[in-house]
């Protein structure tokens, strides 16, 4: 075990020798240094101490286990002030009856009330609390950030495994049509659409269940794609996909890239009934991954801009912004066409 994990590890043994090493430290001090101030030996100054002990503990754990955790989260500053300073000095009037009880004749420790030996007896109280008081709410402070950051971290695989979950159904209802059609119109190419669909349900069923996975996938993902809506639109439909640079061994979140490609689809291509377009281009350099995907207009620019961003692009800008929140950009730009820009830094 480390250095850290001893200093705050909750396991009893290492606890316990931590607080047993605290009170071994001040007993060896004071013992020391007032064996060498008196004159005398240091271990009756470390009986004497030892005594004192019987106050000094129960204020030290009294502040630091109840005190302290009770009264700063409800900012109740000025109560934990007079409560520090109220029990230091009820702790004083303790040690002075210890005092007496002492056997041994101790020089110096005799005293008068409400003198500046008194004064000192509660500053010594509170300075040696300090410490105890600090270690505990050091602990309680990175107790509650790791806590913090396990629920954050719960909360943001939650929140990607029902984006992930919509996204699928999503994909799913729109070429399950798409085939129905095929199918009702007794095409023959409705068994290798079948086929198609089948490798893209391999994949979103047990490729992508990963935090991340190879880009390549993801553009083999689109290609198929692309490969039913061809059968579908058949010659009214141009679609251009262009990949630059070098995309092995490049990751990225699955199932982010397809949803702009199904927004083309089905807000350009699917409501358009004159020849249209879809043009798709990918590019990587270093670790920054530029995505385009252009689209014809419809005839219908007005239904466009409304209908535009629906479930699919919901959920994808969602889930940039959980996945890579400082490393992305979103751009959605009509002009002669519909055009979507992403960059991701992978």
């Not at 000192?120 to 300075?127: C, G, K, Q």
């Amino acid at each position: 075990m480390n250095l850290h994990d001893l200093a705050y590890s909750y396991q009893p043994p290492y606890r316990l020798i931590r607080h047993i090493g605290y009170w071994l430290f001040w007993l060896g001090f004071y013992g020391l240094v007032n064996a060498s101030y008196h004159q005398s030996t240091i271990l009756k100054w470390s009986l004497f101490e030892l005594l004192t002990m019987v106050v000094k503990l129960p204020y030290a754990y009294f502040l630091a286990y109840y005190l302290f955790p009770k009264l700063i989260p409800q900012k109740r500053y000025i109560a934990l002030v007079f409560w520090v300073i109220t029990l230091a000095f009820l702790g004083m009037v303790a040690l002075m009856f210890l005092y007496q009880l002492f056997p041994y004749e101790m020089p110096g420790t005799a005293t008068d009330f409400l003198s500046f030996k008194t004064v000192y007896m509660m500053t010594d109280l509170i300075y040696i609390a300090s410490p105890v008081v600090l270690i505990k709410m050091t602990q309680n402070y990175i107790k509650q950030e790791k806590n913090a950051a396990r629920l954050y971290q719960e909360k943001i695989e939650a929140e990607l495994k029902i984006l992930k979950n919509q996204l699928q159904p999503h994909f799913l209802f729109n070429n399950l049509n798409n085939i129905y059609s095929m199918v009702l119109s007794k095409d023959d190419r409705a068994d290798g659409a079948l086929l198609k669909l089948s490798d893209i349900l391999s994949y979103m069923l047990y490729d992508c269940n990963v935090e991340r996975i190879a880009l390549q996938k993801e553009i083999d993902l689109i290609k198929n794609y692309i490969s039913l809506e061809k059968l579908k639109y058949e010659d009214r439909l141009e679609v251009s996909f262009e990949v630059m640079g070098e995309v092995s061994n490049k990751l990225i979140a699955p199932l982010l890239l397809l949803p702009f490609v199904e927004n083309a689809f089905k807000h350009g291509v699917a409501k358009s009934e004159k020849k249209s377009w879809v043009r798709i281009f990918i590019s990587l350099d270093n670790n920054y991954l530029q995505y385009l995907v252009e689209n014809s207009l419809t005839n219908n620019t007005e239904q466009e801009l409304t209908t535009v961003g629906g479930i699919g692009l919901s959920n994808v800008r969602k889930r940039l912004n959980i996945l890579y929140p400082q490393s992305h950009t979103l751009v959605f730009q009509q002009i002669d066409s519909f055009l979507i820009k992403m960059t991701i830094e992978l």
